[in-house]
């Protein structure tokens, strides 16, 4: 039983409790509750939750894999007519960041000091959180021969990130940034002014830079390798071990 959110650990405490060790429960994220409930936990290590049933991954655990980001390659690939890409990968306000335009035209002004002007060819990708004036506001401020993706569109964003020679992420979403760490390419993280504090996603950078993953998206750019990270791979290998120990007879 894999369950993941707030309104699925009372059935997977349940389920637990009847069936005891003819199943294994697995909850994605702090469950808010007791750890005992569950034979495993998978949280990041950013959250800083600790119990012996806790797996920590670095960053979120997501479901892109590099065969299917290699079958997507050729949605966009027609659009392309330059040598260089770079794709900006927008999130959306939550708590901690809220999307002000003057935040957002700092963000347009460095895309294209750093990369439009020195002949990289952007493409733009919304998430479901990305508002449409800011869509709408990125078709007025690049020009024509720039590929502003209007709809969240699942194939355009796997394209993206495999034709891409830089990535640009803005720093509301540790998921997306955790997604783009699959591909190995250099990742920029747009900052943006916090309306409030977050111990969170600054331990979530902090982890990311040390593992040479991200830098700071600011006035130049550097180019720089990392190992590829797969951490989804990883723990369902080691959860795939762990289920050898169980009698589901």
Known sequence: VISCGRKSVIPSI??????KNKIMNIHIQDPKVSL????FIISPEHDDLKGNNVIQSKGAIHYLRDEELNENIDYLKPQIDKEKVVTLIIGGPNR???FNKKEIDRIFQKVKKNFIEK???L???????????????????????QIIISEVDKKAYLSSLKLADYII????STSMISEAAITGKPIYVAQMTPIKKNKRFEKFFELFNSLNIIKDLGNSVENWNYEKLNETNKISGYIKKELKKYDFS
């Open 14 to 19: 349940y389920l637990k409790n009847k069936f």
């Open 169 to 172: 992420v803005t720093c509301d």
């Open 96 to 98: 901690y960041y809220d």
């Open 36 to 39: 005992n409930g569950f034979d």
């Open 123 to 145: 493409i733009l990708i919304p998430s479901m959180r990305t508002p449409k004036n800011i869509i709408e506001l990125s078709k007025n401020y690049f020009d024509s021969s």
């Open 119 to 121: 002949g990289f060819q």
